[in-house]
């Protein structure tokens, strides 16, 4: 039944009270807006409660094959805006806000981002789980809740400084505590031998440590525009919220690091790595989400069977990336000792359940641990891995029996290393690559000895991104401009995104588009001016923010500094830009502004130098009287999906220009796409796919060596970064200013840039100079920026370009992708919210809503 608008209004202000009265002791006129927030969110989430009981108890009366989906990494973003805009209460929220004189955006403001990823990875999870929502697939993921996130990034004078992402330091509405649900995970210890009733041999562990594991679940809750709605459920763990991890003996015998371990263990995401500690605290933290994450699926589903019969079935487990891989160990392990199911069946029942996601080609981002601390955190688990791999190497010595290089390649264990990877692939059905070009790359390269021996397991999913968070949220204007032409069948069926082609040579169309343009950049200015901090070397927030001229090209590249995304090609090529500039009054250079985001690993030495680099050339060039508003230079500090959802919609031309064969897939390409920004891109990961659906017509913008071309370089070791800078004296006066204190103020600053200098022109520890390919691929990149700038200059062809590579984004919704995982990997069926059961807890809601004690 439609409820009337003003009713809503009135009822929602009303609930709002309740809980600002009854929750934070507090009547409406005193109440501050973090405090209003809250009680909306308490408001708003009975409805969500009543969706998110429905939906678990209808799955539960179906006996639904069930997806468990596990990963390091979420990244969420405010979740209260995004179930506004998925509960389709936009109007709704406002008018309360309204009657209750209350600023919409300062009440949004208040929420912190949850601190729960770093990058790509979990963004793309948190897309997954909205799609798995709304089409009503039954699912649940799991994750760990990291009380610091990874860290908040400052800029201290350039320099990026590590502080603790403090996002929970106010009560966070969404979540709900489950202390019934609490589990033991278990470290270390003697592994004792014995056997189970078919023989097989298991192992019993004493003097072990144990660790109690205390969830938290969020709802997480699909687009709907009716009171059904599908919700599933993010579980986090923690070890912070248990006293039993608290060593209180060793604390007071001043042991004070060891006494806080285990408490600790969920503090931080990716613990830094570069020393033992560091590697100890990661391998802990991703045995945890595996252990608690496996008894909590094993109890869901004892819960609804008596014996094991139908597991293989009903279960589908997901590992997103290498992180979960110790699934495949401890579920074996489980399986033979906890209820006496024969090794084979074990092995045979795990691989049928498990599929694993790679998103990465990169040999270094491949996870290895030592086996000698594997075996000593985990003695059981490593011993299921050795014999997993002794049986594996004799079906290969069978298969191969003259190939002892294959075998070692292809090896779980090898040279003291347990390879996860490998682990991941021996021990799933399903592996999947997550675009075209890099599943093709994972066959032919990287895993081109495990494809040729399992050909069926290696399939092909490419990433994408949910159009409900990405437009439909963070671009209003550009939405209702989309729905107005095509209607909003697109919300939840991106592929008729198509019609919008028919717009694109419209004249009307394109001035709107480009007003709509304008106003998103007006409003990252207001950004830059109020939210982005220019700190001194102190840390204190005192510089101000440059001027931009809002008609400027922005010029956007925000995403995870790492040296094969080549944010060095792109201040290279500001800094030829600049001496350009500076030094031909007759450039015919149009405005631009340039803008870097993104978080250097604490432990990458190399990604913090570029970030110091970015900050110091800006820090001259903006300051530059000559420049004028004709280049600016600006970094977004501590960028996170919030601050993404201000530059994306902000954004004309979207910087993907990582080395071919190294970048798994991108999603900031397709986000940056359906806003409106053309990219300029090289044939690498999604780009690929996305410029074979917009057509070479209305891609223009493609330069630099293809995939084959880099490996053959590779391969002949014939590229020499020294021949590009003497054939081009701009590329090597470029690269001189990075170690001839142009934009060095000081030793440290100068340290800095001729270490970069040196890793792009000389053999650094072993790896050739220019390992990716930067020098190599900035002349295109310069080239084909010109043709950018001509472009720019006819706003309405640039218009035209933009609307049809908007149109052409239907495959990049995260909707299809979760289609073809479902087709292609799990085998899961949509399981939509029985109304009967949905009416019937609503009704029970409906009695105990008006119950009061006096």
Known sequence: MALDLDYQVEMLVAKTNHYLITMMGRVPEEANSNEFYRALCYALREEIMINWLAASRTQAKQDVRTLYYLSMEYLPG??????????????????????????????????????????????????????????????????LRYQYGIFEQQLWDGVQVEAPDCWLLSENPWEFRRDSRKVVVKYGGQATHSTNIHGDEILMLKNCDEVWALPYDIPIIGYSQKQKFGVITLRLWTTRESPHNFRLQRYNAGRLDEASE?????????????????????????????????????????????????????VRLQINDTHPSLMI?????????????????????????????????????????????????????????????????????AKYPNDEEKIRRMSILENGKVRMANLAIVGSHKVNGVAALHTELLKTTVFKDFYQLYPDRFVNVTNGVTQRRWLLNCNPDLAKFITKRIGDGWITDFSQMSKLAEFAGDGTAQDEFLA?????????????????????????????????????????????????KRQLM?????????????????????????????????????????????????????????????????????????????????????????????????????????????????????NIEMRRDVTDQWWPFTFGCSAEEIASMHEKRSYSPANICNANVNIRRAVDSLRDRSFANDDDEHQSFSDLYHKLMETHYGDSPDRYFVLKDLESYYQVQKKVEDLYQKPTTWAEYAIHNIAAMGNFSTDVSIKNYCENIWGLTPCPTNDEILEGIRHEYSLVDKCRIF
């Open 570 to 686: 792109n201040i290279l090529h500001v800094i030829m830009l600049y001496h350009e500039i500076c030094e031909n009054p007759n450039h015919g250079r149009i405005k631009r502004t340039v803008i870097f985001g993104g978080k250097a690993a604490s432990g990458y030495e190399t990604a913090k130098d570029i970030i110091r680099l970015i900050y110091c050339v800006a820090r001259r060039v903006n300051k530059d009287p000559s420049m004028g508003n004709m280049l600016k230079i600006v970094y977004i500090e501590n960028y996170n999906v919030s601050r993404a959802e201000v530059v994306i919609p902000a954004a004309d031309l979207s910087e993907q220009i990582s080395t071919a064969g190294t970048e798994a897939s991108g999603t900031g390409n397709m986000k940056l796409a359906m806003n409106g920004a053309l990219t300029i891109g090289t044939n690498d990961g999604a």
């Open 329 to 397: 160990a401890e579920l074996i392990r489980t399986l033979t000792k906890n209820y006496d199911i024969p090794w084979k069946m074990a092995v045979d029942m795990t691989v049928t359940c498990t599929g694993y996601t790679n998103h990465t080609i990169l040999s270094e981002a491949l996870e290895q641990w030592d086996q000698s601390l594997l075996y000593y955190l985990l003695p059981r688990q490593y011993k299921i891995i050795e014999r997993l791999n002794y049986e594996f190497c004799n079906t290969l010595r």
């Open 262 to 314: 285990n408490t600790a263990l969920t503090d931080v995401l990716y613990p830094n790595d570069q020393h033992d500690p560091g590697k100890k605290a990661r391998l802990k933290q991703e045995f945890l989400l595996v252990s608690a994450s496996l008894q909590d699926i094993l109890r869901s589903y004892l819960a609804h069977h008596d014996n094991f019969r139908l597991f293989s079935d009903k």
């Open 516 to 564: 709509i343009k304008k106003k998103n950049k007006l409003r990252f200015i207001e950004f830059l001016k109020h939210d982005n901090k220019l700190r001194n070397e102190t840390g204190a927030a005192v510089l101000p923010a440059p001027l931009i001229d809002v008609d400027s090209l922005f010029d956007v590249q925000v995403k995870r500094i790492h040296e094969y």
């Open 78 to 143: 405010r979740i209260f805006s995004n179930n506004i805009t998925n509960l389709n209460s936009d109007e709704v929220i406002r008018l309360a806000l309204h009657k209750m004189n209350r600023n919409y955006g300062e009440i949004i403001a208040s929420e912190q981002d949850p601190g729960l990823g770093n990058g790509g990875l979990g963004r793309l999870a948190s897309c997954f789980l909205d799609s798995l929502a709304t089409m009503y697939y039954p699912a649940r993921a799991y994750g």
